[in-house]
């Protein structure tokens, strides 16, 4: 069955350092990749996606990520982190011939000011 | 502002009670979701629907069950036979059914047994 794995749970880091969620997948087809964000009190949204072409994608507030298509990863980064980017992080894989999208567990970022 | 809403925002069920959980969108989009969230699991699929009058399970199906009776509601109906409710749900859209567009969520609703 295809899962998505993000490698930590939670994350604490100090303003300014620089951020790397691990993203894997299992599915070894061509995939759609998204990387959702939800902040506190705040609906789950978008972040990024990444459907073909450059595997370097930017999205929003200066993530970024990249696909490695023989790593099967698609690994999120950022920087410098800001106090505001505390939130959790999800993962997301969907076939490209299929409907259903597979969600990561999550990883809670906590940023310190 | 466009959007996806859902009711309640905290529910309580007593053992033995159906509840409905209400999701609207004002998106127009055709497909729409429902997920359970769990701590430590992400998220999981519980139902989905493609376009009006047709839905189909997810993979945790069992103990739940939805309608899509209008394009912009989806309610999803958690039964006696859920053993383990207690959970977050989220309710989420699309504009079609292609995996590559991403998906509006609304704020969800928190289900505890009482």
């Known amino acids: 069955a295809q899962s998505v794995s993000q490698h930590n749970h939670h994350v604490i880091l100090s303003e300014a350092a620089s951020l790397e969620l691990g993203c894997n997948y299992s599915y070894g087809g061509t995939v759609n990749l998204f990387w959702y964000v939800q902040y506190p009190g705040q609906h789950l949204q978008l972040l990024l996606k990444y459907f073909s072409g450059d595997p370097l994608v930017k999205g929003i507030k200066g993530f970024e990520a990249e696909f490695i298509k023989s790593k099967f990863s698609f690994n999120l980064r950022k920087p410098s982190v800001q106090w505001s980017d505390t939130a959790e992080y999800f993962c997301?894989?969907?076939?490209?011939?299929?409907?259903?999208?597979?969600f990561g567990a999550g990883t809670r970022l906590f940023v310190k000011a | 502002d466009g959007g996806i809403t859902q009711s309640p925002k905290y529910l309580f069920r007593k053992e033995g009670q159906n509840v409905t959980l209400s999701c609207e969108q004002n998106l127009n989009h055709d497909a729409m979701y429902w997920y359970r969230q769990d701590p430590g699991q992400g998220l999981r699929l519980i139902y989905y629907s493609q376009i009006v009058n047709d839905f189909q399970k997810g993979d945790i199906a069992e103990g739940y069950s939805v309608s899509r009776e209008k394009k912009e509601s989806f309610p999803l109906t958690v039964t006696s036979a859920q053993k383990n409710p207690t959970a977050f749900y989220l309710c989420a859209s699309t504009p079609g059914g292609g995996s590559n567009q991403p998906q509006h969520f609304g704020d969800g609703t928190r289900l505890s047994i009482l």
């Open positions: 997301a894989v969907a076939r490209f011939s299929g409907f259903k999208t597979i």
